[in-house]
Each structure stands twice: as structure tokens, then as C-alpha cells.
């Protein structure tokens, strides 16, 4: 550290799977998502609602150019399984409705816990998806949600906005990327 502050003393490790509450607390403190953050982000969400269609077919629109995320929509003969992608669209419209609630509650941790793991522990025949995919994902969903608030928001509730998401996405990546790693005691 080079402002002679001294870190605070961690205690012992957890598993972030026995109090996910306390792992997102955590993040949110190393990412400096506070108060006025989720305010913005409230403040956001009638924007993000009204285009959360649009916000969901871009991403989904994606994954479809490319063959490596494209293979998890696509049925046995090679084309999009369009009620699955219905479907999909329709888990992903619900994550972005919550998320803009920004009530990071026990109960939306655990959700979003359970999302990590129907990405990352998949029996089916494609696999999991891979992390790196996750990732770009995020990417993809900032892009959107900037843009967004670019043409809707003031120049000022648009970066005050932007900033808060990328704080809440990145925040919720790290929770998604629990199902990737092997359990292990985090401080
Ligand atoms: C920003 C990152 C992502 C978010 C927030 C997200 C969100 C979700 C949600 C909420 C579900 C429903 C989970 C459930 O039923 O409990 C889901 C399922 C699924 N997602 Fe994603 N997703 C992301 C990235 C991706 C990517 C990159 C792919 C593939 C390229 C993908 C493919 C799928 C598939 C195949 C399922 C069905 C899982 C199964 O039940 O087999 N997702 N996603």
C-alpha cells in the first residue's frame, strides 16, 4: 500500500457457498459499489426494463454469429432450437430485471449462485460453458446497457449509470465463476 493505510485484518476463510451474502458484501466492498451506486442503478431500471428485449436479443444475437457459443442453441440437426432460445431469453430478461432492482438480498444470491452452476456443472451433451464465454458475456452486457444509457440518460446519469452496472456485472461474474473453481476457503 503506498498511502501508509494498514489493511484491515482478515479473519479465518469461508466457502463462499456457505454465505454467499457475506461474499457479496465482500465484493461489493472491494469493487467500491456503495449506496450511491445502487441508487444509480435504481434509477436505471425503468430504462433497462423498457428495453430489455432489446437488450436480450442483442446478447442472444451474438452467441448465435459464433459457432463456439452457437452450439447450445442448436438442436440435433444443426439449427436454432428456437424454443429454447425463447426460453433462454426469457432467464436472461429475468436476471436484468433483478439485477436493476439491485436488491442483493440472500435470496438473489443464491439465485445467482445457481446460475453460475447451470452454466458451469451442465450434463448435456454440449458441456459446460466455458468460462471465458462467461466473461465475454459480461463484456457484451456492458456494451449493451452503455449504449442504452447513452441515447436515453443524460451525459451524467449515463456514466453514473455505466459505472455502477460494470461495478454490479463484475461483481455477479465473480459469483458465476464460483461454479468454475473448485471450492475453496476465500478471506
Ligand atoms: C452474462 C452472462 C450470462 C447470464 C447472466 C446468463 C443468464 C442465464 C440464466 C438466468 C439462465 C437460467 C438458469 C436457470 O435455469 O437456473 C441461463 C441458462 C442458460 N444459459 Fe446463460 N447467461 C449468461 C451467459 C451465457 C453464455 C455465454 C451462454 C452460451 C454461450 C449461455 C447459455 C445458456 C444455456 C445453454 C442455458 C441453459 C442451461 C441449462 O439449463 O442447461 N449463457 N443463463
Redesign the pocket.
Known amino acids: 500500500m503506498t498511502d501508509g493505510a494498514t489493511p484491515a485484518a482478515s479473519g479465518p476463510g469461508y466457502l463462499p457457498g456457505t454465505d454467499m451474502p457475506r461474499f457479496i458484501r465482500d465484493m461489493m466492498a472491494f469493487v467500491g459499489l456503495g449506496d450511491d451506486d445502487l441508487a444509480a442503478i435504481r434509477r436505471s431500471a425503468p430504462v433497462v426494463l423498457r428495453h430489455e428485449q432489446r437488450l436480450t436479443a442483442t446478447l442472444y444475437d451474438h452467441?448465435l454469429t459464433f459457432a463456439r457459443?452457437a452450439k447450445?442453441?442448436l438442436r440435433e440437426d444443426g439449427e436454432v432450437d428456437a424454443a429454447r432460445l425463447e426460453r433462454?431469453k426469457h432467464?436472461?430478461g429475468?436476471?436484468l430485471r433483478e439485477s436493476a432492482e439491485a436488491a442483493l438480498t440472500h435470496e438473489f444470491s443464491y439465485y445467482l449462485l445457481?446460475?453460475g452452476l447451470?452454466?458451469g456443472h451442465?450434463s448435456?451433451a454440449t458441456g459446460a460453458?466455458p468460462p471465458h464465454?462467461?466473461i465475454?458475456?459480461?463484456s457484451l452486457?456492458q456494451t449493451a446497457l452503455a449504449g442504452v444509457f447513452e441515447s436515453e440518460l443524460s451525459h451524467e446519469d449515463a456514466a453514473a449509470a455505466a459505472v455502477a452496472w460494470n461495478k454490479l456485472l463484475l461483481v455477479q461474474l465473480s459469483v458465476?465463476m464460483l461454479a468454475y473453481l473448485p471450492p475453496r476457503p476465500v478471506l
Open positions: 452467441f457459443s447450445f442453441f433462454r432467464s436472461l429475468r436476471w445457481s446460475v447451470a452454466h451442465r448435456q460453458i464465454l462467461m465475454g458475456a459480461m452486457a458465476l
